[in-house]
C-alpha cells in the first residue's frame, strides 16, 4: 500500500498532531506492505528513520505562526505541484486535521483523482478570544469542515467531544466515522523508581522540598496559559515548569517560581513528568491531547478542563478536572490545585492509579493497527 501523508509540519515543529502522526507513519512501516510518503512543510527538517517512510517537505510560507502565533502555513505553487504528483502516484490519501490549505487541496485533489482519502480529526471549536478569529474558524467548521469530513472515505476523529462537534448526529456523516484514541511510546514514557527520580531532580536543579506543578505545550492562547498565569502567581510556593515554546513565554512574566524549557526533547519532558506532581492543562478545542496520556504512562495525575476529560470517558475518571471558561475559572483551578496538593496520600494513590489505566488502554502499535485496518479496507473497496 502506497500511502501519501499530509501534515501541515513535520514532527519537528513540536506540535501534538505532527508527532501523532510520525508514530502512527512509523508503527505502519513496520509492515512490509506499507510505504508512506510523508508531505508536509519545510519549516523544519524532518527526521528519516525508515526506509519505508520518505520525507518530501514542500515550501510554504509561515507568516501567521510568526506574526500572530497562528500555525497556519500557505503552500507555494511548486509545493502544490510536488504535492499533486505525490497523490497521483499513492494507493491512498491519509490528511491530518482538515483546516491547513495544503490539507484542504490534498483532499479535493485526491476525490479528482479519484483516490481514497482518509482523515484524522484532532481539533475541534477553539473558542479564541479574538471575535474575529474565532467567528471565522466556526464559519469554515461549519461549512468547508463538515462537507470535507462529511465526504472523505473515511473520517477518523480522536476524541468523542471533537466527534460531537462536527457531528452531533452520525447520520449526518456519509463516511462512517471511527473513533480511534491516540497510543503513547510506553517505552519512554513510565515512571521510575525513587532512586531515580532523585538523580534526575539533581539534574535538572529542581526543589524536591516544593510541589512541582508541569505545562507541556505550546506557549499560545488556547492552552489555557491566561489561567496558568494567574495560577504561577497565586501559588508563589510551588514550582512551575512549562516545557514548550510560542509567543505567550511565561519568562515574560517575571515570576521566580516559573522555569521555562524550551523545544525540550522527550528525554527531558520525561523527567519532568516523572519529578512532577501533577501536570496542568487547561486548554480548548483540542480533543484529547497527547500530553495528557504521557504524563499518565509516567505516573503523573493531570489536571485539564472538563471539555478534555469528556474527550475520551473511559478516562474521565482517572483525571482531575475543572472548567477552563467563565469569570471564575482561575479561582477554581487555584481552589481545586490547592485542594488536591494538600492531600499527598490520595495524590501518590493517584500516581498509581493513572500509570497503571493509561499503560493497560494506550499503545502506538494497537492505534496503528486499527489504522491499517481503515487504510487497507479503503484500498481494497476502490480497487473492487
Not at 525508515?50 to 510554504?60: D, G, I, T
Not at 532523585?198 to 526543589?207: G, N, Q
Not at 504561577?232 to 516559573?258: C, E, H, I, T, Y
Amino acid at each position: 500500500m502506497k500511502i501519501c501523508l499530509v501534515t501541515h509540519y513535520y514532527d519537528t515543529h513540536g506540535g501534538g498532531v505532527e508527532i501523532v502522526a510520525r508514530h502512527i507513519a512509523q508503527e505502519l512501516c513496520s509492515r512490509e506492505d506499507v510505504a508512506i510518503t510523508w508531505v508536509a512543510g519545510d519549516v523544519d527538517i524532518p527526521l528519516e528513520v525508515n526506509a519505508r517512510l520518505k520525507c518530501v517537505p514542500v515550501k510554504v510560507w509561515n507568516i501567521t505562526e510568526n506574526k500572530l502565533g497562528i500555525p497556519y502555513p500557505f503552500l507555494s505553487f511548486g509545493a502544490l505541484k510536488k504535492l499533486s504528483r505525490e497523490i497521483k502516484a499513492s494507493d491512498a490519501v491519509h490528511i491530518h486535521d482538515y483546516l491547513y490549505p495544503g490539507n484542504v487541496f490534498a483532499f479535493f485533489r485526491a476525490r479528482a483523482l479519484g483516490k481514497p482519502v482518509i482523515i484524522t480529526q484532532h481539533i475541534g471549536h477553539i473558542p479564541y478570544d479574538n471575535l474575529f478569529i474565532r467567528g471565522l474558524l466556526t464559519l469554515f467548521n461549519k461549512t468547508l469542515g463538515r462537507y470535507i469530513l462529511g465526504h472523505a472515505g473515511k473520517t477518523i476523529f480522536i476524541s468523542e467531544t471533537v466527534r460531537e462537534y462536527f457531528f452531533p448526529s452520525e447520520n449526518n456523516i456519509n463516511s462512517c466515522p471511527v473513533l480511534i484514541p491516540n497510543g503513547v511510546d510506553l517505552d519512554v514514557f513510565s515512571d521510575v523508581e525513587e532512586e531515580e527520580k532523585r538523580r534526575i531532580r539533581e539534574k535538572l536543579m529542581v526543589d524536591g522540598g516544593k510541589p512541582a506543578l508541569l505545562f507541556v505545550g505550546r506557549f499560545v492562547e488556547k492552552k489555557g496559559l491566561s489561567i496558568l498565569e494567574g495560577l504561577a502567581r497565586r501559588m508563589s510556593g510551588v514550582n512551575w515548569f512549562f516545557a514548550g515554546w510560542g509567543p505567550l513565554d511565561p519568562s515574560s512574566w517575571g515570576l521566580k517560581n516559573v522555569r521555562v524549557f524550551y523545544r525540550a526533547d522527550r528525554d527531558t519532558v520525561s523527567s519532568l513528568y516523572r519529578v512532577s506532581d501533577l501536570l496542568v492543562l487547561p486548554s480548548r478545542g483540542e480533543g484529547y491531547p497527547l500530553v495528557v496520556q504521557e504524563a499518565m504512562a509516567s505516573g503523573t495525575p493531570a489536571a485539564v478542563s472538563d471539555e478534555t476529560a469528556r474527550a475520551f470517558t473511559p478516562a474521565e475518571v482517572h483525571l482531575f478536572h475543572f472548567p477552563a471558561v467563565g469569570e471564575n475559572a482561575l479561582d477554581v483551578w487555584a481552589d481545586g490545585l490547592g485542594r488536591i496538593l494538600g492531600d499527598p496520600e490520595k495524590l501518590k494513590a493517584m500516581r498509581i492509579d493513572v500509570k497503571v489505566f493509561a499503560r493497560r488502554t494506550w499503545c502506538w502499535k494497537k492505534c496503528a493497527e486499527s489504522y491499517y485496518s481503515v487504510l487497507k479496507d479503503s484500498i481494497d473497496r476502490r480497487s473492487r
